[in-house]
């Protein structure tokens, strides 16, 4: 198969950008956002079914954004519309500061993308299938070697170079597949289920990837998997139904979606006069404010409960006084944290029992 054979099946929005990776860089609008990622009112209708409805976000300079929803609820429409693949109903979204519909050969020269298949030729070695990226997405030809070199070593790849990507194992396919995102330096990357498939060693292996490029790149990570998220991303977008429910960091969201503070404390109930579950438990309970304390766990004498203020109350500095002020060792006082599970769960369930 020759090169424009390749090129006729390449899938089209992907390789279409041009970027000179030499350091000439394109000049950027006047008004060129401070945002890298900007959606706003983005309205997406097939027939009588709105998988968009009316969304909008940002993302900076240099985050790396989960964009969570469970299946259905509008992610991958999103994404085709971010790589001008698909155009919107009404509303706008725009890349490093460039229409995604007005201005869509600029979006595409400044994101990379890897989808959930990640669109490599078997019969390829891995630096050569690089390099025919590369000139399809415009790099010249003074430049290519060097950045083929410098994104094989970027990605562990230096090693399997002349491999055919029919022999690599799925989890340096995938690592194939972001290198061809990254070999023309995008200021945005678009991954899509980055993770989909791969066991637990892989997963760890290209978290640690992801991670690593940002900064250098900003990324929108879209994904069903609660646990992707809460490992590598400083935000989190929740999309169900179409709609955007939460974008913000996870602490944050936790905060909002509490309305109260739960507390862990840990007292030492080892030794002659230390107190037993049941008196700490009573102590626990008699502060204003809370309004029901749990065990955790009393292991090796180290006696932990969970506290739960009443809505709007902070209680950690009166229970913190309540133990110390009964003569008992106070070892760990902290805020709990909502997971991403629990928030995930509230959200998604709320949206849904409002839909028509």
């Not at 401070?34 to 998988?51: P, Q």
């Not at 109903?89 to 990640?118: H, M, N, W």
């Not at 990357?189 to 490029?213: M, N, Y």
Request: charged share 25%; with cysteine; net charge neutral.
């Amino acid at each position: 198969m020759n090169f424009r054979q390749l090129a006729g099946i390449v899938p089209f929005p992907w390789f279409m950008g041009v970027r000179d990776v030499s350091g000439r860089l394109a000049v950027y609008p006047p008004n060129r956002s401070f945002y890298m990622i900007k959606v706003e009112g983005l309205t997406k209708r097939y027939a009588r079914n709105v998988a968009v409805n009316n969304i909008s976000f940002e993302v900076e300079k240099g985050q790396i954004v989960g964009f969570l929803g469970p299946n259905g609820a509008g992610k991958t429409t999103t994404m085709r519309i971010l790589t001008c693949f698909l155009p919107a109903t009404s509303g706008k979204a725009s890349v490093a500061g460039f229409d995604c519909l007005e201005q869509a050969d600029e979006v595409k020269k400044r994101i990379g993308y890897l989808p959930e298949t990640p669109p490599l030729y078997p019969e390829m070695e891995v630096a050569e299938y690089l390099e025919f990226v590369g000139r399809l997405k415009g790099i010249d030809k003074a430049s290519l070697p060097s950045r083929v070199d410098e994104v094989l070593e970027k990605l562990s790849l230096v090693p399997e170079r002349k491999k055919l990507i029919s022999k690599l194992s799925k989890g340096y396919r995938q690592r194939v597949g972001i290198a061809q995102a990254i070999i023309h330096n995008p200021e945005v990357l678009i991954l899509d289920e980055p993770t989909s498939g791969l066991d637990p060693k892989q997963i760890i292996e290209v978290r640690d990837l992801i991670r690593a490029l940002a900064g250098d790149h900003t990324i929108i990570l879209s994904t069903h998997i609660l646990q992707e998220v809460e490992a590598m991303c400083e935000r989190v977008i929740i999309i169900s139904q179409g709609r955007v429910v939460a974008t913000d960091s996870m602490a944050s969201l936790a905060n909002q979606m509490r309305g109260s503070e739960s507390v862990t404390v840990q007292v030492d109930g080892r030794g002659s006069g230390a107190p037993d579950e049941n008196q700490v438990r009573q102590k626990l309970e008699s502060v204003a404010g809370v309004a029901r304390v749990s065990t955790q766990g009393s292991k090796n004498g180290l006696l932990t409960f969970q506290v739960d203020s009443l809505k709007d109350r902070s209680v950690r500095a009166d229970v913190a006084r309540a133990v110390v002020g009964a003569g008992w060792n106070l070892l760990e006082l902290h805020t709990a944290s909502l997971g991403l599970e629990e928030i995930f769960l509230q959200l998604t369930a709320s949206n849904d029992g409002g839909k028509q």
